[in-house]
């Protein structure tokens, strides 16, 4: 069975979605290992910020990291072996790495059809 390591650089979390803005590229990747995982599939992330150990103990990262520095985030490895630095697969690239087709509408939902608009109002003097 095919397996995968993503080693990303240090973040908040691996979702995409803390913060002040939304990183689409962050919440694709997140929902397509979340989909396969949920298929029985092996994927494995380390962040930078939390596993710093994961990063200085696999040779391969570490020597990449020490070739590039950071830019060389994120590094994919495929069985043991770089598959990518610096970028993430894509959708379908995972569904070529476990020979398995990843529905695209489980990856990127419909938008919601309902709009909710939020109205926020301060009391005069908590300005």
């Known amino acids: 069975m095919t397996n995968i390591e993503i080693f990303d650089p240090a973040m908040c ?6 913060g002040t803005s939304v990183d689409p590229e962050l919440t694709k990747i997140a929902s397509a290992i979340f989909t396969l995982e949920k298929k029985g599939y092996s994927v494995k992330r380390y962040n930078l910020a939390n596993d710093p150990a994961a990063f200085a103990e ?3 990262v570490n020597k990449a990291l020490q070739e590039s520095g950071t830019d060389a985030l994120p590094i994919i490895l495929v069985d043991g072996e770089v ?3 610096g970028g993430y697969p894509s ?3 995972f569904s070529s790495l476990f020979n398995f087709k990843i529905n695209q509408e489980e990856i990127v939902p419909e ?3 309902n ?3 939020l109205l ?3 009391k005069k003097g908590e300005e």
């Open 13 to 18: 979390c691996s979702t995409g979605v803390c």
């Open 115 to 117: 709009a909710l608009d």
């Open 111 to 113: 938008k919601p059809k």
């Open 58 to 60: 696999n040779a391969k």
């Open 83 to 85: 598959y990518r630095v």
């Open 91 to 93: 959708v379908e690239e």
């Open 120 to 122: 926020f109002e301060t």
